[in-house]
Protein backbone atom coordinates (compact mmCIF):
# COMPACT_ATOMS: atom_id res chain seq x y z
CA UNK A 1 0.00 0.00 0.00
CA UNK A 2 2.82 2.40 0.81
CA UNK A 3 4.09 1.55 -2.99
CA UNK A 4 0.57 2.85 -4.24
CA UNK A 5 0.95 5.99 -2.20
CA UNK A 6 4.15 6.66 -3.10
CA UNK A 7 3.39 6.37 -6.96
CA UNK A 8 0.23 8.99 -6.57
CA UNK A 9 2.77 11.11 -4.94
CA UNK A 10 5.07 11.19 -7.54
CA UNK A 11 2.33 10.88 -10.68
CA UNK A 12 0.93 13.60 -8.45
CA UNK A 13 4.26 16.09 -8.34
CA UNK A 14 5.10 15.15 -11.87
CA UNK A 15 1.39 16.56 -13.04
CA UNK A 16 1.77 19.51 -10.47
CA UNK A 17 5.15 20.33 -12.40
CA UNK A 18 4.01 20.06 -16.26
CA UNK A 19 0.99 21.96 -15.03
CA UNK A 20 2.93 24.93 -14.04
CA UNK A 21 5.56 24.52 -16.96
CA UNK A 22 2.35 24.84 -19.26
CA UNK A 23 1.17 28.04 -17.42
CA UNK A 24 4.71 29.44 -18.01
CA UNK A 25 4.97 28.40 -21.84
CA UNK A 26 1.52 29.79 -22.34
CA UNK A 27 1.95 33.35 -20.50
CA UNK A 28 5.34 33.36 -22.65
CA UNK A 29 3.63 33.13 -26.51
CA UNK A 30 0.98 35.37 -25.29
CA UNK A 31 3.63 38.35 -25.01
CA UNK A 32 5.66 36.80 -28.11
CA UNK A 33 1.60 37.29 -29.68
CA UNK A 34 1.37 41.02 -27.99
CA UNK A 35 5.18 41.53 -29.46
CA UNK A 36 4.14 40.43 -32.95
CA UNK A 37 0.88 42.17 -33.38
CA UNK A 38 2.19 45.42 -31.26
CA UNK A 39 0.36 48.13 -31.77
CA UNK A 40 -2.82 46.26 -31.75
CA UNK A 41 -3.50 44.86 -28.42
CA UNK A 42 -4.67 41.11 -27.81
CA UNK A 43 -8.11 41.66 -27.14
CA UNK A 44 -8.94 43.64 -30.13
CA UNK A 45 -7.41 41.10 -32.09
CA UNK A 46 -11.44 39.35 -32.63
CA UNK A 47 -12.96 42.58 -33.35
CA UNK A 48 -10.52 43.57 -35.79
CA UNK A 49 -10.60 40.78 -37.30
CA UNK A 50 -14.29 40.76 -38.02
CA UNK A 51 -14.11 43.88 -38.81
CA UNK A 52 -11.28 43.13 -41.63
CA UNK A 53 -13.61 40.11 -42.44
CA UNK A 54 -17.14 42.66 -43.47
CA UNK A 55 -15.08 44.66 -45.57
CA UNK A 56 -13.49 42.09 -47.23
CA UNK A 57 -16.47 40.36 -47.72
CA UNK A 58 -18.20 43.63 -49.24
CA UNK A 59 -15.45 43.99 -52.05
CA UNK A 60 -15.27 40.18 -52.88
CA UNK A 61 -19.27 40.24 -53.64
CA UNK A 62 -19.16 43.29 -55.86
CA UNK A 63 -15.59 41.94 -57.84
CA UNK A 64 -16.19 38.39 -58.13
CA UNK A 65 -18.38 38.29 -60.94
CA UNK A 66 -16.19 40.17 -63.40
CA UNK A 67 -13.25 37.99 -61.69
CA UNK A 68 -15.48 34.70 -62.39
CA UNK A 69 -16.25 35.58 -65.80
CA UNK A 70 -12.38 36.38 -66.66
CA UNK A 71 -13.09 40.07 -67.14
CA UNK A 72 -10.94 41.22 -63.57
CA UNK A 73 -8.37 40.70 -61.47
CA UNK A 74 -9.06 40.92 -57.48
CA UNK A 75 -8.53 44.64 -56.35
CA UNK A 76 -5.34 45.74 -54.47
CA UNK A 77 -7.54 46.15 -51.58
CA UNK A 78 -9.32 42.64 -52.09
CA UNK A 79 -6.17 41.53 -51.69
CA UNK A 80 -4.79 43.55 -48.82
CA UNK A 81 -7.75 42.68 -46.66
CA UNK A 82 -7.53 38.60 -47.31
CA UNK A 83 -3.43 38.89 -46.11
CA UNK A 84 -5.02 41.07 -43.78
CA UNK A 85 -7.69 38.85 -42.74
CA UNK A 86 -5.27 35.63 -43.40
CA UNK A 87 -2.86 37.14 -40.62
CA UNK A 88 -5.74 38.10 -38.20
CA UNK A 89 -6.93 34.79 -38.22
CA UNK A 90 -3.62 33.18 -37.31
CA UNK A 91 -3.08 35.55 -34.98
CA UNK A 92 -6.76 34.64 -33.14
CA UNK A 93 -5.77 30.61 -33.49
CA UNK A 94 -2.30 31.68 -31.73
CA UNK A 95 -4.04 33.35 -28.98
CA UNK A 96 -6.70 30.50 -28.50
CA UNK A 97 -4.00 27.78 -28.44
CA UNK A 98 -1.70 29.80 -25.62
CA UNK A 99 -5.04 30.01 -23.81
CA UNK A 100 -5.67 26.06 -24.10
CA UNK A 101 -2.33 25.57 -22.88
CA UNK A 102 -2.87 27.91 -20.27
CA UNK A 103 -6.19 26.18 -19.13
CA UNK A 104 -4.35 22.84 -19.82
CA UNK A 105 -1.54 24.20 -17.19
CA UNK A 106 -3.95 24.37 -14.43
CA UNK A 107 -6.45 21.61 -14.75
CA UNK A 108 -2.67 19.52 -14.86
CA UNK A 109 -1.60 21.91 -11.22
CA UNK A 110 -5.16 20.85 -9.98
CA UNK A 111 -5.15 17.32 -10.85
CA UNK A 112 -1.60 17.57 -9.38
CA UNK A 113 -2.03 18.55 -5.78
CA UNK A 114 -5.09 16.07 -5.87
CA UNK A 115 -3.10 12.98 -6.12
CA UNK A 116 -0.32 14.43 -3.91
CA UNK A 117 -3.07 14.53 -1.25
CA UNK A 118 -4.40 11.51 -2.10
CA UNK A 119 -1.10 10.15 -2.10
CA UNK A 120 -0.69 11.80 1.66
CA UNK A 121 -4.07 10.39 2.14
CA UNK A 122 -2.75 6.62 1.16
CA UNK A 123 0.17 6.88 2.98
CA UNK A 124 -1.26 8.11 6.36
CA UNK A 125 -3.96 4.52 6.26
CA UNK A 126 -1.11 2.25 4.88
CA UNK A 127 0.59 3.69 8.55
CA UNK A 128 -1.91 3.37 10.46
Partial sequence: ???????????????????????????????EIAESIAPLKLDEVESRYEAVKAKQSAIKMAEEPAI?????????????????????GKTLGEIGIA???RMSGIIN?????GLILAGVGLLKKASA
Avoid at 69 to 85: C, E, K, V
Avoid at 109 to 113: E, L, M, T, Y
Fill in 1 to 31: MRVIAIIVMILGLASLVFGVIFIMQASTAED
Fill in 68 to 88: QAGQAQPSAMYNYLTIQRTGL
Fill in 99 to 101: SFT
Fill in 109 to 113: AVVGV
